[in-house]
């Protein structure tokens, strides 16, 4: 698929997704001695890959909360019954509205359909099902009939993370949502938070509305990035805007703990402590993204 809105840096080339079954066992062994409590596959589409159910069985065993996103489009009865029984804790299922041609249109295909039968599929099964939902043109001001409509589908929780301009999303801007309603859509988001027990719905990249919580960058820390080749970098994001921070041994080569304990992740940590000792809290890829420099507010928490 091509979505108009991926942050991933994909033209249409198939990045090889590197090692062996063998290889994961032993690595996943590796990450479950070493505190690795969670992990979570992201795209690409993870359930393209065959050997992922077998992953997954293999990271419960080791104690590992095992997670795994979809866009849904090839999530049919057969592969929910795998996920089911290889144990897996959590399904993250893309979903941009609940109208098939918005949706449609965002993902450049007719998937609308399939990742809606996708999530019956699931709860039939009884796996958590979380749909993550951008906020974008098509849906920025029509979230309550969202939220209604996921309701009825009985997915357990919502995600709304605020569509960011990179990757696709850079060539398609007229997908984007104006930012003059960020704060309109962070105080629409904390009503449906208080107004619905379920779905539960939580955010990304409105910190601010988390003003209880730890605002602080977690990347490099708390969470890791690990690429289709093996490599780590801090976070996601910040990798799609700086590349240098990956480290340069993958999975395979080295110890799980040699890795989280990089230079380059080292370098990353050291860079966000100062970025935070003079700006504050925030996400350091908003300030890049934004304001063109890592050391810089984050736009996003000017008003709060
Ligand atoms: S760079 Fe931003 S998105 Fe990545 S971990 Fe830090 S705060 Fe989160």
Not at 30 to 40: A, F, L, P, Q, T
Not at 140 to 159: H, M, P, S
Not at 202 to 224: A, M, T, V
């Amino acid at each position: 698929m091509k979505c108009k809105h991926c942050s991933a840096n994909f033209r249409g080339e198939v990045r090889e997704v590197i090692g062996k079954k063998e290889d994961y066992f032993r690595v996943l062994t590796d990450m479950g001695k070493n505190g690795v409590g969670e992990i979570y596959f992201s795209g690409g589409e993870p359930l393209l890959l065959d050997s992922l159910f077998d992953v997954i069985k293999f990271g419960k065993e080791n104690n590992i909360i095992m997670t795994t996103g979809t866009n849904g489009a090839i999530l049919d009865e057969e592969k929910v019954k795998r996920l089911k029984e290889a144990g897996v804790d959590k399904v993250f299922v893309s979903l941009d509205s609940y109208e098939e041609e918005k949706h449609d249109f965002l993902r450049n295909g007719k998937v609308f359909k399939k990742a809606v039968k996708g999530i019956e599929y699931l709860k039939e099964y009884g796996i958590y099902t979380r749909v993550d939902s951008v906020i974008w043109k098509g849906n920025y001001e029509d979230l309550d009939n969202f939220v209604n409509f996921c309701q009825k589908l009985g997915v357990d929780e919502i995600t709304f993370a605020w569509t960011m301009k990179v990757g696709r999303a850079i060539e398609n801007d007229e997908v984007l949502p104006p930012k003059s309603a960020y704060f309109k859509v962070g105080e629409k988001l904390k009503e449906l938070k208080r107004k619905y027990n379920l779905p539960k719905i939580s955010f990304h990249r409105f910190e601010y509305l988390n003003k209880e919580e730890c605002r602080d960058c977690p990347g490099g820390r708390k969470i890791f990035y690990i690429s289709s080749a093996g490599k780590i970098s801090p976070c996601f994001w910040i990798n799609t805007l700086l590349p240098d921070f990956f480290t340069e041994k993958n999975i395979f080569e080295e110890k799980i703990s040699n890795l989280f304990q990089d230079k380059k992740i080292k370098k990353f940590v050291e860079m966000e402590k100062k970025r935070y000792k003079y700006f504050g809290s925030g996400c350091p890829t908003m300030c890049l993204m934004e304001n063109n420099k890592f050391n810089s507010k984050d736009p996003l928490l000017i008003n709060s």
